[in-house]
T-cell receptor
Framework: AQKVTQAQTEISVVEKEDVTLDCVYE???????LFWYKQPPSGELVFLIR??????QNEISGRYSWNFQKSTSSFNFTITASQVVDSAVYFC????????????FGQGTILTVHP | KAGVTQTPRYLIKTRGQQVTLSCSPI?????VSWYQQTPGQGLQFLFE???????NKGNFPGRFSGRQFSNSRSEMNVSTLELGDSALYLC?????????????FGEGSWLTVV
């Protein structure tokens, strides 16, 4: 069975602060794929990043960065210099290497950035 | 390039009725999957279709069904609605050729059962 845990239910920060969203996953598959999605109030899940299990390189995209560590089964997401527009619910998700279209999601972290 | 389109966006149904939700995937995507999102259960996978065939299924009762058409558009149906079916229903699409394909979501259909 697969499981994704996002221990932080809600995070509140002030604009320009850095914030890290934690994600821990469990899977018995040796090949798997990890995702982060952003969900604004409109409801749509906006794709942010996909990481393959065999690629542990960290990634940076503008103010966003991701730290993937297989040794601790974690795939954490950091927003640098947060902005009010970053306020949303963020989901970490896992797809096994044998399952099409099926993502296992964490419970999500509500991020609120105050001006 | 148009994203995943879902209709209707909002709807209210009465307990016992049935509902049909529609989804148009991103052009060129042949896999369509459906998810239910509720405050209590979070995001849960319903089923996935590829080339008109259900390829994967979650743990939902038989009242939840779906289908996919030859143009990859998909519909999901919920019969005999219950209050607990009130949720955001999200459709997602991907190329579908590999399990590594990125999955893109639509804006969802907000269903309220009264």
């Amino acid at each position: 069975a697969q499981k994704v845990t996002q221990a932080q239910t809600e995070i509140s920060v002030v604009e320009k602060e850095d914030v890290t969203l934690d994600c821990v996953y469990e899977t018995r598959d040796t090949t798997y794929y990890l995702f982060w999605y952003k969900q604004p109030p409109s409801g749509e899940l906006v794709f942010l990043i996909r990481r393959n299990s065999f690629d542990e390189q960290n990634e940076i995209s503008g103010r966003y960065s991701w730290n993937f560590q297989k040794s601790t089964s974690s795939f954490n997401f950091t927003i640098t210099a947060s902005q009010v527009v970053d306020s949303a619910v963020y989901f970490c998700a896992l797809n096994s290497g044998t399952s099409y279209g099926k993502l296992t999601f964490g419970q999500g972290t509500i991020l609120t950035v105050h001006p | 390039k148009a994203g995943v389109t879902q209709t209707p966006r909002y709807l209210i149904k009465t307990r016992g009725q049935q509902v049909t939700l529609s989804c148009s995937p991103i052009s060129g995507h042949r896999s369509v999957s459906w998810y239910q999102q509720t405050p209590g259960q979070g995001l849960q996978f319903l089923f996935e279709y590829f080339s008109e065939t259900q390829r994967n299924k979650g743990n939902f009762p038989g009242r939840f069904s779906g289908r996919q058409f030859s143009n990859s558009r998909s519909e999901m149906n919920v019969s005999t609605l219950e209050l607990g079916d009130s949720a955001l229903y999200l459709c997602a699409s991907s190329l579908g050729d590999r399990t590594s394909d990125t999955i893109y979501f639509g804006e969802g259909s907000w269903l309220t059962v009264v």
